[in-house]
């Protein structure tokens, strides 16, 4: 089933089970997948690829607005935000472990003959496509960094 359908879906059950918070989580995927679909130069329709990226990026934002109202001290609005990452997060792939991503990378490295860190940009551009959706490129980077200072 395509994202879009899942998530109108997931609108529905959503109302009938009267779940504001979570109503209000998938219509923000909504929005952002519409937004996506109608920006200048589309053809209006979203490749999974985009949409992956799109659950990605609404996920990392929640996140990283959790972290902030934890230093405000806001713990009521740092819940809200992981919860509605958590909801989020439902509609991503299963996200490998470290130990996987790992493992998955250092085959790029010997695929790629990367052997210092000038050629991250190589291995990253390999690594970011073959983990699309199912690893943060945050932890791809730095597991990356630290193979290729080895």
Known sequence: MDLEKLINEEIKKAMLAREQ??????????????LEKTKEGTTGEMSEETGLKILQKLVKQR????????????EDLAKKELFEASVIETFLPKQLSIEEV???IRA????????SIKD?????????KELAGKADNKMISEIV???LNK
């Open 145 to 147: 960094k630290t193979l």
């Open 108 to 115: 790029i490295v010997s695929q790629t003959g990367a052997g």
């Open 21 to 34: 918070e979570k109503l209000d989580a998938i219509r923000a995927v909504k929005a952002a997948i519409l």
């Open 63 to 74: 996140r990283e607005s959790a972290e902030i109202y934890k230093t405000a001290n806001r």
């Open 120 to 128: 991250m940009g190589k291995v990253m551009g390999m690594a970011s």
């Open 102 to 104: 790992t493992e998955k």
